[in-house]
């Protein structure tokens, strides 16, 4: 895990590609997290950032990398925030759980 978080973001050669456990909380999580930024910003509701994610073996979230920004910080940030509360089925390299990084937007019209 180290040597991946240390490497940044880089393929990683899998199976099966981590998949985001989408339920109600996770959606509760990321509105409560986006919404108040979009807000007091004025920002408009499809703004998204491309986030690199480390996800470990047990499906959290490791570390984060920014691909391409929103273009704005204060997003940027919050998105950073909510990626770090996701949760994923994790990947699955020769049957068996790997880190890997994944590329993800992230934005209020997830998944």
């Known amino acids: 895990m180290a040597e991946l978080r240390e490497s ?20 509760a999580a990321l509105a409560t997290t986006l919404l108040p930024v979009i807000r ?10 491309s986030i690199w994610l480390l996800v470990r073996i047990d499906g959290r979230v490791e570390a984060t990398a920014i691909q391409v920004s929103s273009g704005d910080p204060a ?29 993800r937007e992230i934005s209020l019209l997830m998944p």
């Open 75 to 103: 997003f940027d940030a919050a998105a950073v925030r909510a990626a770090r509360g996701m949760l994923f089925a994790p990947a699955l390299r020769g049957g068996r759980v790997a880190p890997v990084w994944v590329l």
């Open 40 to 49: 007091a910003r004025g920002l408009d509701a499809d703004i998204a950032a």
């Open 8 to 27: 940044g973001p880089v393929y990683v050669a899998h199976d099966e590609a981590p998949r985001l456990v989408w339920d109600t909380d996770a959606e």
